[in-house]
C-alpha cells in the first residue's frame, strides 16, 4: 500500500495551536480555584441521592482542595441577567465561562468554587469583595487524552470566608513546570528559580551558543 500524506495534517495543527500558541500568547486570568476532595468529603455517596444539607456549613461534610494562582483562559465576559421571582429583581442568573487543559489534572465538579484575584475582574475600590463564582456544568472538548475543560460558572451566594474554613489542602500552580503542587513544594521550588534567576553566571550565558562564555 502506498504510504501519503495530507497537505493539512488537523490533530498536530490542533495541538500545536493549543499547546504552543495559547501556552505562549494566549491571555491568562489567575484564579483561586476550590476543587472539592471527594477523598476527605463525608458525604453520603450511595444511599441519600439529594446530597447534604447544605452546599457549605457545618451541616455540609465536603471539604475543598484550595488551587491557588492557577491560569485559566478564555474567560467570557459575565452575563447580567435579571430575574423576577419571590426573592424580587436580582442578578443570580448571571453566568460566565472558561477554559483550561486537562494537563492540569483537575477534575471538575458542580461542587467547585472560583475566586479571580485579579483586580481588573473584582470589584472597583470600596465597593465590597469579589465575587465568588460555582461550577454549574463541565464538559470535555475533545475525546483525547490530552484536551481542554470547558467551565460555564455562575456567581453565588457563598463567600470565600465559608470556604475557607473547609479547606482540607492548599495547592499552588507553579507555571515553569505547568504543574500543581503542595504549597510548601511550590514555594521551595519558586525561591530555587529565584536564586538561580539571581545567579552571577547567568551573565555570562549564551543562547547561542549554549554555554557560559567568559567564565
Not at 31 to 36: P, S
Not at 78 to 93: H, I, L, N
Not at 147 to 167: A, G, R, Y
Not at 187 to 192: D, T
Request: proline letters at 4%; one cysteine or more.
Amino acid at each position: 500500500m502506498q504510504n501519503w500524506l495530507r497537505q493539512t495534517f488537523y490533530p498536530n495543527e490542533y495541538f500545536k495551536t493549543v499547546y504552543e500558541y495559547y501556552a505562549a500568547h494566549g491571555v491568562a486570568y489567575i484564579c483561586t480555584y476550590y476543587n472539592l476532595d471527594y477523598e476527605l468529603s463525608k458525604m453520603d455517596k450511595t444511599e441519600m441521592g439529594g446530597g447534604a444539607y447544605e452546599r457549605v456549613g457545618v451541616l455540609s461534610g465536603a471539604v475543598w482542595k484550595k488551587i491557588t494562582y492557577l491560569p485559566t483562559y478564555n474567560l467570557t465576559a459575565t452575563t447580567p441577567r435579571w430575574s423576577a421571582d419571590e426573592k424580587g429583581m436580582t442578578k443570580s442568573d448571571q453566568t460566565a465561562e472558561f477554559n483550561f487543559p486537562t494537563i492540569y489534572q483537575i477534575q471538575p465538579t458542580t461542587f467547585d468554587f472560583v475566586l479571580f484575584e485579579m483586580p481588573v475582574l473584582n470589584n472597583p475600590a470600596g465597593a465590597g469583595s469579589a465575587s465568588v463564582y460555582h461550577v454549574v456544568n463541565f464538559e470535555k472538548s475533545t475525546d483525547s487524552d490530552i484536551s481542554f475543560w470547558k467551565i460555564p460558572l455562575k456567581i453565588s451566594h457563598i463567600t470565600k470566608d465559608k470556604i475557607e474554613k473547609q479547606v482540607a489542602n492548599t495547592y499552588t500552580f507553579v507555571d515553569y513546570e505547568k504543574k500543581i503542587y503542595q504549597s510548601d513544594d511550590a514555594s521551595f521550588l519558586m525561591n530555587l528559580l529565584m536564586d538561580l534567576d539571581e545567579n552571577l553566571l547567568n551573565k555570562y550565558y549564551s543562547n547561542n551558543s549554549g554555554l557560559y562564555l567568559g567564565v
